[in-house]
């Protein structure tokens, strides 16, 4: 696997783009912070306001823009330049696998869809990417997306929610794609991807990734990425804010924590083939990171697919 594959698989993500917004006259939607989820509006037509609560002031979104909020930041769509609109309700109703949100009456103003993400909370790749990624799809494999999303909006036949769940996976990755292919590069915080796009990580963290279970020694990664040792240790505080070995650790974690919920090994061998040396072991490195024993967290996760169905 690629890298983006890998942190794709190990981010464990599901979601959906199953809600299109159709926005006449005044309006106002606010979106609350989400731990473990990712949001992203995709302007169709028409022209909004975006005002994220750590910023100052609104930003203007037209016809071609996305926008996508990694780790869900609070935030509001609003018709008006403040976002102070508060009181403009908006209403919603179901139609096939979508959720239709309106307001006001004739021709809509504004049209957009919203795709939503639920994924891992270790996830290095919704941790390596900034609290907002602003782009721009015109001349993107997006507008395909969206032709695909609008014709199952347009007319529904059986299958539309598989259609439009596997789309969403399809957007994620095309999201993450045009990003990381930006020119000028964007910065990006302390993490994996930022290690990554250092061209001297780029091998070992790829090594650490294909095989993580490996018992890896610094002399091997330092070899891997063709630097002395002590240029290792600085090169990895720098990029990704953690040395080689914890980063080595937290790729066995998200990995184990993808078996737990994926399949039906015991403990004892999630552990042993993630690289642990033992259960016990693998389990207080677990319960430090997710604040859950295995055993818990993969009860957590049966639950959750229960309530599903």
Same mark, same amino acid.
């Given at each position: 696997?690629d890298? +983006?594959d890998?942190?794709v698989a190990?981010?464990?993500?599901?979601?959906?783009?199953d809600v299109?917004?159709? /926005?006449?006259?005044?309006?106002?939607?606010?979106?609350?912070a989400? #731990?473990?989820q *990712?949001?992203?509006?995709?302007?169709t037509?028409?022209?909004?306001?975006?005002?994220?609560?750590?910023?100052d002031?609104?930003?203007?979104?037209r016809a071609g823009?996305v926008?996508f909020?990694?780790?869900t930041a609070?935030?509001v769509?609003?018709?008006?330049a *403040?976002c102070?609109n508060s *009181?403009a309700?908006?209403a919603?109703q179901?139609?096939?696998?979508?959720?239709?949100?309106?307001?006001?009456?004739g021709?809509?103003?504004?049209?957009?869809?919203c795709?939503? /993400?639920?994924?891992?909370?270790?996830?290095d790749?919704?941790?390596?990417l900034?609290?907002t990624?602003l782009?721009?799809?015109?001349?993107?494999?997006?507008p395909h997306l969206v032709?695909?999303l609008q014709a199952?909006?347009?007319?529904?036949q059986?299958?539309s929610?598989?259609v439009v769940?596997?789309?969403?996976?399809?957007?994620?990755v095309?999201?993450?794609?045009?990003?990381?292919?930006e020119h000028p590069?964007r910065?990006l915080p302390e993490?994996l991807?930022k290690?990554w796009r250092d061209?001297r990580? #780029?091998g070992?963290?790829?090594?650490?990734?294909?095989?993580?279970a490996?018992?890896w020694t610094?002399?091997?990664?330092?070899?891997?990425?063709?630097v002395s040792?002590a240029? +290792?240790?600085?090169?990895f505080?720098?990029?990704?804010?953690?040395s080689?070995y914890?980063f080595v650790?937290?790729i066995?974690?998200q990995?184990?924590?993808?078996?737990l919920k994926?399949?039906?090994d015991?403990v004892l061998?999630v552990a042993l083939s993630?690289?642990?040396?033992?259960?016990?072991h693998?389990g207080?490195?677990f319960?430090?990171a997710y604040?859950l024993?295995?055993?818990?967290?993969?009860?957590?996760?049966?639950a959750a697919?229960?309530?599903v169905i």
């Amino acid at each position: 696997m690629d890298i +983006l594959d890998k942190l794709v698989a190990l981010s464990q993500v599901s979601g959906s783009v199953d809600v299109q917004c159709l /926005f006449q006259g005044e309006w106002y939607v606010r979106h609350e912070a989400r #731990r473990g989820q *990712g949001l992203v509006h995709i302007v169709t037509g028409g022209e909004c306001w975006l005002k994220a609560d750590a910023d100052d002031k609104a930003r203007r979104l037209r016809a071609g823009d996305v926008v996508f909020f990694p780790r869900t930041a609070a935030h509001v769509l609003s018709s008006e330049a *403040g976002c102070s609109n508060s *009181g403009a309700a908006v209403a919603a109703q179901r139609s096939g696998a979508f959720t239709l949100k309106h307001s006001g009456t004739g021709a809509a103003d504004l049209s957009l869809f919203c795709a939503r /993400f639920s994924y891992d909370t270790q996830a290095d790749l919704m941790a390596g990417l900034p609290e907002t990624v602003l782009l721009d799809m015109r001349g993107t494999p997006l507008p395909h997306l969206v032709s695909l999303l609008q014709a199952e909006v347009d007319r529904p036949q059986p299958g539309s929610k598989a259609v439009v769940d596997a789309l969403s996976a399809v957007l994620l990755v095309s999201l993450v794609r045009v990003f990381l292919a930006e020119h000028p590069v964007r910065p990006l915080p302390e993490g994996l991807l930022k290690g990554w796009r250092d061209r001297r990580l #780029r091998g070992v963290i790829q090594a650490v990734l294909d095989d993580p279970a490996r018992a890896w020694t610094i002399e091997e990664m330092a070899d891997a990425a063709t630097v002395s040792r002590a240029q +290792l240790m600085r090169l990895f505080k720098a990029h990704t804010g953690t040395s080689p070995y914890a980063f080595v650790n937290r790729i066995r974690l998200q990995q184990a924590a993808a078996m737990l919920k994926q399949g039906a090994d015991s403990v004892l061998s999630v552990a042993l083939s993630c690289g642990f040396g033992s259960e016990t072991h693998f389990g207080k490195a677990f319960k430090k990171a997710y604040g859950l024993t295995p055993g818990q967290y993969r009860k957590q996760a049966d639950a959750a697919e229960d309530f599903v169905i």
